[in-house]
């Protein structure tokens, strides 16, 4: 069975011009994306976004712009999905209260999950691993935020 795979990701930039990258294990996988995650029935993409970045960042969030949504086929990693990523350029109403890592899968204990900041100048597409964030780094880079 085929189906649509609806996701949303917020692109947080710091005052040092760095972007919050969340790195993760889950299904047996390693990878790094951008913070957010699926759509769940009933919710609007800016009511899931905020849901993600309080569930996976215990953190508020202001959404400023759409930045991009995917344009392209893209199959999901984990099961027979087709993506659509939604993309928003957003701010924290308050400081991250994170530990921040400099390091790929430095994972606390009992954590599947860890966040780092990554300088936009340094960032390349091969610092995420889903095709649509690599389009968004290209993207990001381009562009005049």
Known sequence: ?????VRVYGLLMNAQNQVLL??????????????GGGL?????????LKREFIEECNAEIEVVNHFYTTDFYEKS?????QIISVYYLVKAVHPLQLAFKTKVF???ENSSQSFRWVNLS????ADVTFKTDQTVV???KKSTI
């Open 106 to 108: 430095d994972f606390d």
């Open 77 to 81: 990693s984990f099961n027979e999905s």
């Open 40 to 48: 769940e029935l009933g919710e609007g993409l800016i009511t899931a």
């Open 22 to 35: 969340s790195d993760e294990y889950e299904y047996q996988q390693y990878f790094t994306k951008f913070p």
């Open 138 to 140: 290209n993207l990001l």
């Open 122 to 125: 340094d960032l390349t597409e």
């Open 1 to 5: 069975m085929s189906y649509f795979n």
